[in-house]
């Protein structure tokens, strides 16, 4: 066989790169060549694609990381501190209080609706002097760099629409999710990975009770498929089909687009079609993505300090801080949008048993990215969610006893945190009754919330819409969404 | 302007409180002229806060328009279309059917001459695929190039068009409108039988349905009069919908969700309109208005389907579909049992002097469990045990026999049962209280223990039986390890009141299938289903050494329950064996009406006979649908109109007006003859006074054939749609289709023998220009493929396709942890198992279809999910595409597969080889520089399989398939890898 140097500089080669603008391969080959292909690859920091105008003002934002807890983790336990239910334990909730909202079948049957306190306890932590659960202590460390939201509200009370409406903007699938929206909004930073990525991160506790997600939730839904999601994956393949079968080494691989760019200009020259020029391009950046995906996945050059940060868990593949850790190689090499998802949070039973479990899960590897990000420069600029799709309820679902109890879906109020770029850390928005139940101070829809995202990537909801059966269609939906301006710094 | 309407003449025209809008002619006194002009910027329409705002040519042509005089035209879509004359062109000798007239004249009006006629070798590819989605076979190509007669292209056309693979590749497309797939969609995503219904479709085409035919029997097939069960099939297109069976889902919100998803998919299907915007309030701009989006959703409103999906398969109303052998038989069968089962019924309510004779001391007394099913091998007598802590003996049901009462998390222990396996048969017979209590109870199991430590890979070892009762019925599961089981539970609609006694048989025949379960209250059988793995048969033993528990200790104990006459026979008793059984308590108490069953099903000769006749008819009946599939049909109640409310913002919880089942206002209406329901809607939408139905369907053909409709927005031809680029042309062809009989053959058979489609896809820059996207056609189609033929190519052209029509579906190669990722742990549909053998290369439109995963490859290929109507898909170019047709198995196996074609025809002869693969992947030989490329590209990997020969080694065990052994490997490597280049090509991924 020819030496690889003399197969990547062969005649055709230089010809085939030499021509267009885009100056395609570059990368790669310089990948080859044994050259910087990070210095390449970061050179060029401007956005690909994405819409004229947009951002339609300074972001504050150019990247998100959206962890999100699927299943819905119980506010009460965590961000959302109710002292005075100790004091009714196993008393019911006052009909005041439930005003005959609507239940879940679940719990609509029950005769009673027998209050359950939490059974762990909160401290205050930081100059904000945030309540926060003893299962997150590490969130607790870093009670000044996150904004603590516990009235956040929605209108799903099942999971599946729930996390659909949370992502999408409504109920029922079909539309695109908030990742979707800033690839084809605010385009690409980086030419050798996708835009937006999805993680899927494991939970340990085998009793936790778990939701299905699916791939509608990363879909770019009406907008165009380039735009959705690309999960990388812990096991197999990290991109689907990233890999070369087996006997065809990276060498192969490129002689084999030789021969295919070759034989694609003739047809090219023959029929005149531009859908062959894509292509052609598209199969360059498929081989530039086969080089970088690798290089991404591989933790052995990050120094034992990111471990000692992350924790050793992080070097498990699938496990969440792991996938803190990949999101943020991600966004370091120019991902617009990651999200990550953690399930088991559905906590209808053995809530005591199981949420420790799923805390544990979570908590170090949300304190090390943040801290990462900062520590790295990135935290000004990259946006970081923690949440679920709605809140629980302050009443047992089942049998009651201290230390026993569980929780049904509550959509009249939750808790999140976000922090990084334009939210104003170090503080707590929003409050709740005493029992959780209802918000009694600023209250922040779904829909806000999505425009305050959207807000600090630098656009405007409103006027940020694409056309699709007749209808302007807005991650914000029709109704009015108003972007929370107190939790902005 | 609350309440102003543009979008319709009298309210653009009409006087309103501050003037009239429009005023034809005048522009001084239209109110809009002034307001679109308006110098405050707080006056200037539109308004600031929309952030939209007019050019200044669009509010010159608004300005000019009124000054002509505002001409008004209904929307053109809802006028019925007419055969529009055949415009005259420059070039009639090119015409060769009147489309050609129509897309002659636009041509010319663009200064554009049409392509040259593709060559021959490029035109059979082309229409093969077309018409049959796959490549033509080398030997076809050949035959059509030597044709030299004058109908050459004719005879192929007619041919391709009764191959079966025209009804397939045509069912391909209507399976995403009708967003058919293989599990519920939403939560669980369970299996869902469902495949009848897509081999319907197939069938369909391929017989060439008429359309309307084939409307009414989608929409209605269950209403028809004596509908068969192909009709009943049919009927399943919007059984199709994705389903939940969420907890805590609340019926009446997933109802209105249901109704919803078949309005829109009515709408998007068949008349071309987004008629779901009008969900939550009328729109201004949009024809439909809310009540008449809520007047669709009626006629799918009174339903028998119960919103939650059960989780099972078979969630009714389902039919059995028996095999087309046996379907005589099965209608056949169905009678006699009938007819059966009402002479016995019969012979119980008449006198009988034989009976009263036996009743007569001591005859009756001698009475015996029926000797077929043998002693029972377990036959709990309550009173002879050791009863534990918080169990008493206490009454049974009548009073005769006694019955173990549990407290608390209470059960007794008793003495294994061996006979109870996966491969025996058995009955299990007993009474049991219903406690007041709501709840799911064990009642008795032999079921292995939970391990201490939860398996790493999450996998279900324990076997054994459960017998479980609450209010929602009884259920039995059986278990064998490996997270498989059977089981058997009443339908979703199914409820036991509690603070009862319940005569319970469950009976198994053995058969390792779920079919073999069944369910007996108080002596009926239960029509029952299964979930959890159970789509599979049971591998494995059951056996347990554990002992057989009556009540339970762990999660769903019987408290406050009872249990007595508990029995276990190593038999499976018939239907009337088993209403004995149910009533066997009654029968020893002496009680009169059960001892006459007893009588007449175990000593009366006559009725002897007829249960037995009735026990080889069920045997038989299981026996034909076993072999069968289900398939979920509609149904109506029968006791209730459709009728739907307005729901205020789409929101179930907030009903307002009550609707009636109507159709548009903006379109013709309903004639008075056709009843208000699913029918009278059928029978609306193929009547030739419907002016969308035909021109929407051809759309569509046209988009198949041509890559983007004559109207761009297939699914919208309203007012908010792309209006038509050739709207005669698609007036002409709507006209034919309905005029000509809905003959869908027919449309494409037109389509492609037109001079338009038989064009070369060459492209020069002046057609760039002038016809960037080639709407006009100034040029043959050429388009990307979609996913199933991207697949389907490969595996063709290779010589791996395996060709059969129809079946249940197929789990080819996917890599690993696509659905375990994703499904939740109860879901049936969470491990992947891989089929094996010919199941891998079957046709992709057999592909099982998840719809929270579908398969991997086609949705990069931009194959929709599945989860709602779809009927324009997508077409992008992405590099995750490229890394498909280069890296996943079943491409590689298939370049490899063609390698190995290729060397055994070519013996050592590279050209002959790489000739062989472009005669299979282009329809053609290679050109010279073609040729001198690829033999590079194969010198180069000879070069390096030669220095690496376990790298060749390793690619050629890519696939399940065995390479052949006796080809030398680093040149099978290297073929391997120039097929792999060029089943890459643009070329062979474009039509």
């Known amino acids: 066989m020819h030496s690889s140097d003399e197969l990547l500089l062969s005649e055709t080669r230089r010809q085939f790169f030499g021509r267009g603008a885009t100056g395609l391969g570059i990368v790669a080959l310089a990948k080859l060549m044994g050259g910087d292909a990070r210095a390449a690859t970061t050179a060029a920091p401007a956005s690909v694609g994405g819409l004229p105008g947009l951002p339609h003002f300074a972001p504050k934002a150019k990247r998100g990381i959206y962890l999100h807890m699927v299943g819905a983790p119980p506010q009460m336990e965590l961000l959302d501190y109710k002292p005075v239910m100790k004091e009714w334990f196993d008393k019911d909730l006052p009909a005041s209080v439930r005003m005959g909202q609507r239940l879940t079948t679940m719990t609509s049957g029950q005769t009673r609706f027998p209050i359950a306190p939490s059974a762990f306890s909160f401290a205050q932590y930081g ?58 909004g605010l385009g690409s930073m980086n030419q050798d990975l996708p835009t937006f990525v999805v993680l899927n991160a494991t939970h340990s506790h085998p009793k936790a009770n778990v939701q299905a997600i699916s791939a509608k939730l990363w879909s770019a839904g009406f907008l165009s498929a380039q735009y959705a999601g690309v999960s990388l994956r812990s096991g197999g393949d990290p991109v689907l089909y990233i890999n070369n079968p087996d006997g065809v080494d990276t060498k192969v691989r490129r002689r084999m687009l030789d021969g295919l760019n070759e034989l694609n200009q003739i047809q090219y020259e023959k029929i005149g079609d531009p859908e062959t020029r894509v292509r052609i391009s598209q199969y360059e950046m498929a081989f530039r993505m086969q080089a970088s995906v690798p290089e991404l996945t591989d933790l052995s050059k990050e120094p034992a300090s990111t471990f000692d940060l992350y924790g050793e868990d992080a070097r498990k593949g699938g496990t969440f801080a792991n996938s803190c850790l990949m999101a943020r190689r991600l966004v370091e090499r120019g991902v617009r949008f990651v999200q990550v998802y953690h399930r088991g949070w559905d906590v209808h039973f053995s809530l005591p048993e199981v949420l420790p479990s799923q805390c544990r899960d979570v908590d170090r590897g949300c304190y090390a990215l943040v801290q990462d990000l900062k520590s790295r420069g990135l935290l000004d600029d990259t946006l970081v969610t923690w949440g679920g799709e709605f809140g629980r309820t302050v009443y047992s679902q089942g049998k009651l006893s201290p230390t026993d109890y569980g929780r049904d879906h509550h959509p009249r109020c939750f808790s999140l945190w976000m922090a990084g770029a334009g939210v104003k850390a170090g503080t707590v928005y929003g409050e709740t009754d005493e029992f959780s139940y209802n918000i009694v101070k600023d209250p922040v829809h779904v829909r806000d919330f999505q425009a305050t995202m959207l807000h600090l990537f630098g656009i405007d909801h409103e006027r940020f819409s694409f056309k699709y059966q007749g209808l302007d269609q807005k991650l914000t939906g029709v109704e009015k969404a108003f972007v929370v301006k107190p939790i902005l710094a | 302007m609350a309440g102003l309407r543009l979008d319709t003449r009298e309210g653009a025209m009409t006087k309103r409180k501050n003037g009239t809008p429009i005023v034809p002619g005048k522009l001084d006194e239209s109110l809009a002229i002034a307001r679109i002009f308006a110098e405050k910027p707080a006056m200037r329409m539109p308004p600031v806060s929309s952030h939209r705002s007019l050019t200044p040519e669009q509010k010159d042509i608004l300005r000019r328009w009124i000054e002509q005089g505002a001409p008004w035209k209904e929307q053109w879509a809802f006028i019925a279309p007419t055969r529009p004359a055949l415009p005259a062109v420059k070039n009639p000798g090119w015409v060769k059917n009147p489309i050609d007239n129509f897309i002659l004249a636009k041509l010319d009006a663009a200064g554009l001459a049409p392509s040259p006629a593709a060559d021959r070798r490029a035109l059979i590819r082309r229409v093969s695929l077309d018409l049959t989605g796959l490549p033509p076979a080398p030997a076809e190509v050949e035959k059509f190039v030597k044709d030299r007669a004058s109908d050459a292209y004719e005879k192929l056309v007619d041919r391709l068009l009764t191959s079966p693979h025209y009804g397939e590749h045509r069912a391909r497309y209507w399976l995403d409108a009708a967003r ?40 209605a097939g269950d209403l028809l009069p004596n509908a068969t069960i192909e009709q009943k099939i049919a009927s399943g297109f919007h059984r199709c919908n994705s389903t939940t069976n969420e907890g805590g889902s609340i019926p009446d919100e997933v109802a209105a969700m249901y109704a919803k998803d078949r309005a829109d998919t009515t709408g998007a299907v068949w008349m071309g309109l987004t008629v779901g915007c009008a969900t939550c309030h009328d729109h201004k701009f949009d024809p439909i208005s809310q009540k008449d989006f809520y007047a669709i959703t009626a006629f799918y409103r009174n339903t028998t389907q119960n919103p939650m999906d059960g989780n099972i398969p078979d969630t009714p109303p389902a039919i059995v579909v028996p095999r087309p052998e046996d379907e005589k038989r099965w209608l056949e069968l169905g009678e006699q049992r009938t007819a059966l089962r009402q002479t016995l019924d019969r012979a119980l309510l008449a006198p009988s002097p034989a009976f009263e004779k036996w009743m007569e001391p001591p005859e009756h007394a001698a009475v015996k469990l029926p000797a077929r099913l043998g002693t029972p091998v377990m036959d709990l007598r309550p009173e002879a045990i050791a009863l534990a802590d918080d169990v008493t003996l206490g009454d049974g049901p009548n009073g005769a026999a006694k019955a173990l009462h549990f407290s608390k998390k209470a059960f007794v222990s008793l003495p294994n049962v061996p006979e109870i396996d996966a491969d025996k048969p058995f009955t299990i017979a007993t009474s049991v209280y219903l406690p007041k209590e709501k709840g799911n109870f064990v009642v008795a199991s032999q079921f292995e223990p939970e391990p201490k430590e939860k398996p790493k890979d999450d996998i279900d070892r324990r076997r054994g039986w459960i017998i479980e009762v609450g209010g929602q019925g009884p259920s039995i599961k059986l278990a064998s390890g490996n997270d498989k089981y059977l089981s058997a539970r009443p339908g979703p609609d199914y409820e036991l009141k509690p603070d009862a006694w319940y005569n319970l048989v469950f009976t198994y025949d053995g058969s390792r299938d779920r079919s073999g379960l069944a369910i007996y209250v108080n002596g009926q059988m239960i029509p029952t289903y299964g979930t959890g793995e159970d789509i599979y048969p049971l591998q494995g033993s059951a056996r347990t050494d554990v002992p057989l528990k009556l009540g339970n200790d762990k999660k769903n104990f019987f408290e406050n329950g009872a249990i007595a006459d508990f029995r276990i026979l190593a038999r499976e008793a018939a239907a009337q064996e088993a209403e004995l059984l149910s009533m066997w308590s009654s029968v020893l108490s002496g009680d009169r009406k059960a001892l006459q069953t007893y ?175 080639n709407r006009l056609i100034s040029r043959g189609p050429r388009f990307r493929m979609d996913a199933e033929m991207v697949r389907d190519y490969a595996l063709a052209a290779s010589g791996l396709l395996r060709p059969g029509i129809g079946g249940p579906s197929v789990k080819p190669y996917q890599p690993d942890r696509i659905w375990e990722t994703v499904a939740m742990e109860q879901s049936n549909t969470r491990v992947y198992q891989r089929d094996a053998g010919d199941k891998e290369y079957r046709r992709s439109l057999y592909t099982f279809w998840k719809r929270a995963a579908p398969p991997a490859s086609m949705d990069i290929f931009n194959a929709p999910s599945r989860e709602t109507c779809t009927v324009r898909r997508e077409r992008t170019d992405t590099p995750l595409q490229a890394l498909v047709t280069m890296n996943d198995t079943q491409f590689v196996e298939a370049a490899r597969y063609l390698a190995q074609g290729a060397l055994l025809s070519g013996r050592g002869n590279v050209d002959r080889e790489v000739d062989f693969m472009a005669s299979r992947l282009l329809g053609r030989t290679f050109g010279d520089k073609e040729r001198d490329i690829v033999r590079r590209s194969y010198r180069d990997y000879l070069a390096f399989y030669d220095a690496h020969p376990s790298d060749a080694a390793k690619l050629l065990t890519v696939g399940q398939s065995k390479a052949d052994p006796k080809l030398p490997k680093s040149q099978f490597a290297a073929m391997t890898m120039v097929a792999n280049e060029v089943m890459n090509l643009d070329e062979v991924l474009n039509k």
């Open chain 1, 127 to 184: 100059k904000s002097g945030a309540w926060i659960s003893e299962l997150l202590p590490y969130t607790a460390k870093m009670a000044d760099d996150i904004v603590i939201v516990r009235s956040m509200h929605t209108e799903a009370i099942n999971h599946e629409p729930a996390i659909t409406f949370i992502q999408t903007g409504n109920m029922i699938s079909g539309k695109p999710c908030i990742g979707a929206w800033l690839a084809y």
């Open chain 2, 180 to 219: 058919y797939a293989d599990t519920q969609g939403i939560h669980v995503d369970n299996y869902r039988e469902m495949w009848p219904y897509r081999d319907w479709v197939i069938n369909a085409f391929n017989r060439n349905t008429p359309f309307d035919r084939f409307t009414v029997e989608q929409i």
């Open chain 2, 599 to 773: 009588y007449l099903y175990e000593r009366d000769s006559a009725s002897r006979e007829t249960v037995a006749q009735l026990r080889k008819i069920d045997l038989e009946r299981r026996a034909i649908a076993r072999r069968g599939a289900t398939t979920l049909v509609m149904h109506e109640k029968a006791d209730t109109m459709p009728v739907a409310h307005i729901l205020r913002r789409g929101q179930y919880d907030q009903p307002g007006a009550e609707v009636q089942p109507n159709v548009p206002s903006v379109l013709p209406p309903m004639s008075a003859a056709l009843p208000r329901n699913r029918l009278g809607l059928a029978k609306w939408l193929v009547d030739p006074a419907n002016p969308l139905t035909a021109r929407v369907t051809v759309n569509r053909f046209w988009q198949e054939i041509f890559g983007t409709g004559i109207v761009k927005t297939t699914e919208d031809f309203g007012s908010q749609g792309e209006p038509a680029v050739n709207p005669e042309l698609l007036d002409w062809l709507a006209v034919e289709f309905r005029d000509r009989g809905w003959d869908t053959k027919h449309m494409f058979k037109l389509m492609v023998t037109s001079a338009a489609y038989r064009q070369s896809a060459l492209t020069t820059p002046d057609k760039i220009q002038k016809d960037p996207d």
